[in-house]
């Protein structure tokens, strides 16, 4: 499998503006050039195939000051041979991406990197390296299914920082407890559990990233919410945070996992204790379970999965 990252500098409007003799009909192998390069379709996503391979395409406007019209367009294609492939797989991955590489300021220089005369040479380099650096995590979160064909989840992971969402991510994929790095923005993790792909994009809780948790909520399988039951001062803060989440029109109906973590630091909050300081009681609109858990011993947490997994793999 290939990826391919393509950026066209000013172009606008379909590629193949004539053809030439213009009186023979316009082939099959035509048809399927101009589609991929046809960016007045308003498609952003599409499949091509040539020979025995296929392309899953993402087509997206990067806004640019160096550009006419402040406009360029870029394609990010992947580029795969395995018959039993539904290119459909690739359209949230990719779609992810491209929000991902557009969040960042003035990512556009980093495609300058062969033109000369423009800007910063420093400047442009590092913005290509960050470039760079989004593929590579691209490639490792691209669904490990879509070569097994497991079955695929993917996790929306929240919640206030210091809770133990990456301790709990981090025991999950390697079944043992490991000492996390603070997590700036964004982790994205690929493991399998129990014979299930699952995709978690582990979300940075500092206040500063809180508001830009909505950017990542594009069709998560499942909301796990994780709170330190310890940190008694902070309720109110993560009860606003975990509300603000499921007041979003885009996560309506998605089954919400509530892991209450660090029990291992002492038992005296019970589950009741939790569900009344965090009013869960409120929530009707989808279906909600909680676990007491521990990233450290593992407890609780395998519980949530199985939950998950009852409710969601058929
Ligand atoms: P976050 O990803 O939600 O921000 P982290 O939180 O996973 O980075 O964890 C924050 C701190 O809490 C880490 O401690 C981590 O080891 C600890 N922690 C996470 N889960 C548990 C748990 O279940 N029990 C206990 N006792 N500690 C836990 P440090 O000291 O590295 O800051
Ligand atoms: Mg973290």
Redesign the pocket.
């Given at each position: 499998m290939v990826i391919l990252l393509t950026y066209f500098h000013r172009i606008r409007g379909p590629s193949i503006l004539c053809k030439i003799p213009e009186d023979e009909e316009v082939s099959e192998q035509d048809k399927e050039v101009s589609r991929l390069l046809d960016f007045a379709g308003n498609k952003k996503f599409f499949i091509h195939s040539f020979d025995n391979f296929k392309t899953a395409n993402y087509y997206f406007e990067v806004p640019s000051e160096w550009a006419r019209g402040k406009k360029e367009m870029a394609l990010i294609s992947i580029t795969y041979s395995e018959d039993n492939i539904d290119g459909e797989i690739f359209r949230i991955p990719l779609a992810e991406f491209v929000i991902e590489l557009l969040s960042k300021k003035d990512i556009f220089k980093g495609f300058y990197v062969h033109i000369s005369g423009h800007g910063d040479v420093d400047e442009i380099n590092e913005k290509n390296a960050e470039i760079k650096d989004l593929l590579q995590n691209f490639s490792k979160v691209l669904p490990k299914s879509i070569i097994t064909k497991k079955k695929s989840l993917k996790l929306f992971v929240f919640?206030?920082?210091?809770?133990?969402?990456?301790?709990?991510?981090?025991r999950l994929r390697r079944n043992e407890?490991v000492?996390?790095?603070?997590?700036l923005n964004l982790?994205l993790l690929n493991f399998i559990l129990d014979n299930v792909n699952l995709v978690a994009w582990?979300l940075?809780?500092q206040i500063g990233f809180r508001r830009s948790w909505r950017n990542y909520l594009k069709e998560p399988n499942v909301l796990v919410f994780?709170i330190?039951i310890h940190d008694k001062d902070r309720y109110v803060e993560a009860k606003k945070e975990l509300f603000r989440i499921l007041d979003y029109p885009e996560s309506s109906g998605i089954p919400l996992l509530i892991l209450a973590?660090?029990?291992?630091?002492g038992t005296s909050i019970s589950k009741k204790n939790v569900i009344k300081e965090l009013e869960l009681n409120k929530i009707k609109d989808r279906e909600w379970n909680m676990y007491l858990?521990?990233?450290?011993?593992g407890e609780g947490i395998y519980n949530g999965m199985h939950w998950i997994f009852k409710k969601l793999i058929t």
């Open positions: 919640g206030l920082d210091r809770a133990g969402k990456t301790s709990i991510l981090e407890f000492k996390t790095n603070r997590t982790n582990d940075g809780g994780v330190d973590n660090k029990k291992d630091l858990t521990s990233a450290v011993t």
